[in-house]
């Protein structure tokens, strides 16, 4: 159901290329599908959250607390909140913490170190009504850590020892301290596994969680998600995501520096954020082969349209050819919402009256996207029937099996991130971490403290 219609429509010869590169995709889809089926491989767990393994545990304490508590907060960055983050944007009523009778609980990310917007929030919640679900892979991430310092010791001196009927952690199975520290509070915990990185956990407990308690149907995400896993399976010739990425990768071999994801959908706009750290970290990488190395990856741009029409697309198509867009179409709204005929004595207003506010929206995405062809802007569209829980489910397998193939096409490991690591150490050293002494060192002696 995701069809890449447009994907014939820029200046690459798609079956041309095809044939020239269908084998070396169909090598990067079978390595793929070897170690994923070997199983134990330690990166590719992710390929098999659609089977749900863990989904009668999310049902089970949805069930547990649904009708006890209103709100919901998700403490996490990264690869731990933007799949949540994303799911609940796009599949909840637009307005759902304004609704007076909601399917869920109301959802709240805090994704950064922000003082003033963590305790904004705890200043307007009632901490009876309030469950926290803290999640770190790694269970050490410091913004992370902090959040949830901060949450504790707010329903700590709120409700006292029922504080800890209201946290839930979700973390690795083993290791990291959230582990153990939540095993010794008695908290609800929930798995990551440890062949799943933070980027492709949304389908785990980390984004099925929210999502649940955010009265989400979790099962249709997962449907989806396994039409995905499906549809991998096809030849070269059928298949869609390896066609994506031999596009993404083809263009990046041709100096397009630069991939723009934009989704043609406010209720999509954080699959921008989603996607560009996707595509960011798996594929953004030191390749080091053969005695060499070689810096490799190509920069994600997050946009929204129509309404960074208003502010990138000047950019994109009289601005340096070093782009690739990549628009995403929903092609039928919830509603049908229609513009009203309000001024039908106004020619040049009347022309939009009782027409679908899709149909303006997607006549902005084909003009848009003739625009760029026409100024020898590539730009390709992935089509959504509708947005709803298994289509969106099936859109990010989609996603993710694509970058895991850009990554086999790169040469390179998509699965680590040697950089973000880096950045977590030096952290714990400023802020004085015990055993980080020698960073801490190494750092004042630069003058960095
Ligand atoms: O994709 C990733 O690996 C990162 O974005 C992590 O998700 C992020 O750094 C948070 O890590 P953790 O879940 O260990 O707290």
Redesign the pocket.
Known sequence: NITSERLGSHALDLEGALSDHAARLEQAQGALLDRFRAGGDPYLGWMDLPRGEVLGDVLALRDRLAGHYDDLIVL?????SLGGLTLTTALQHPFHNSLASRPGMRVHFIDNVDGDVIEGLLEVLDARRTLVNV???????TE?MAAYLSCKAWLQAQVGEKYKAQIIATTDPQKGILRPLAEREGYATLP?PPTV???F?VLSAVGLLPAALGGIDVEALLRGARRAMEHFERSAAHNEILQSALVQHLYGEQGKNITVFMPYSTRLRFLSDWYA?LWA?SLGKNRQRDGGSARVGTTPVKAVGTTDQHSQVQLYREGPQDKLVVFVKVEQADRGALIPNAEPDENEMNYLGNKPYQTLMNAELHATAYALLDAGQPNYTISLPRIDAEHLGELLQFLMLQTAVAGELLNINAFD?PG?ELG?VLTYALMGRPGFDEQRAQLEAEGIT
């Open positions: 996490g960055i990264g690869g731990s999640i770190s892979k790694s269970g050490t991430t992370t990551v990185g933070g980027r956990s750290q970290e991130q973000v977590k």
